[in-house]
């Protein structure tokens, strides 16, 4: 069974331009995660979509948004792109509303210069 | 709120030694809890979870962990290190209607021969 997929593996982008990442959930999940995993600041949650809808999201500005596809795969968005937004981005998949378990893709790594 | 701490941010064990790594958590919910490792430049792989069934959790790897509510703690033991195991490794608590998981600083693990 394929896990959650992710692309680019690396983004380099500069400041001020947008980024656009895709994760692919495993199949049959409908819930998808996006966490930013940045030096010194550890794993903090930005987004979750489940059905197509945006469920929850966290502490940080509009400016990182997303959507979930009919499909279930998901898009992160990124405008504006500020320095500080260089990270890794990791996407997680759940299946079901009582499944707490989330599997992660290998995730994205962005360089804002 | 939910939060995780992690004692220790870099622990160094020799191969073949006892591997302690802990994790405390605060949770206004019962707790399900989550350890994650990451080998360099990948995603997060689990390793065990524990959703109120047992208190004692094996995991891959030859890793468990004991859920201890009075001591709020769910320490991650393995009784010999091995090279591989070296990794960063993450504890993470969500619980019910709370969807994203909220993970510790995490704690590397360096493994000398």
């Known amino acids: 069974e394929a896990g959650v997929t992710q692309s680019p593996t690396h983004l380099i982008k500069t400041r001020g331009q947008q980024a656009t990442l895709r994760c692919s959930p495993i199949s049959g999940h409908t819930s998808v995660y996006w966490y930013q995993q940045a030096l010194g600041l550890g794993l903090q949650f930005l987004l979750w979509?489940?059905?197509?809808?945006?469920?929850n999201r966290g502490n940080f500005p509009p400016r990182f948004s997303g959507r979930q596809f009919p499909n279930y795969s998901s898009e992160l968005n990124v405008n504006a792109l500020e320095l500080e937004d260089s990270a890794l981005y990791l996407c997680?998949?759940?299946?079901?509303?009582?499944?707490?378990?989330?599997?992660f893709g290998p995730g994205t790594r962005l360089l804002v210069l | 709120a939910q939060s995780v701490t992690q004692l220790g941010s870099h622990v160094s064990v020799s191969e073949g030694a006892l591997v302690l790594l802990r994790c405390n958590y605060s949770?206004?919910?019962?707790?399900?809890l989550f350890w994650y490792v990451q080998y360099p430049n990948q995603g997060l792989q689990l390793l065990l979870k524990y959703t109120s069934a047992a208190t004692l959790v094996k995991g891959i790897n030859g890793f468990e962990a004991e859920f201890k509510k009075s001591e709020t703690s769910f320490h991650l033991t393995k009784p010999s290190a091995h090279m591989s195991d070296a990794a960063e490794y993450f504890c993470a608590v969500t619980g019910t209607g709370r969807r994203a998981l909220t993970f510790g600083s995490g704690t590397r693990l360096q493994v000398q021969p």
């Open positions: 997680a998949s759940t299946s079901g509303v009582y499944q707490e378990t989330q599997y």
């Open positions: 979509y489940d059905e197509g809808e945006e469920r």
């Open positions: 949770s206004s919910v019962p707790p399900y």
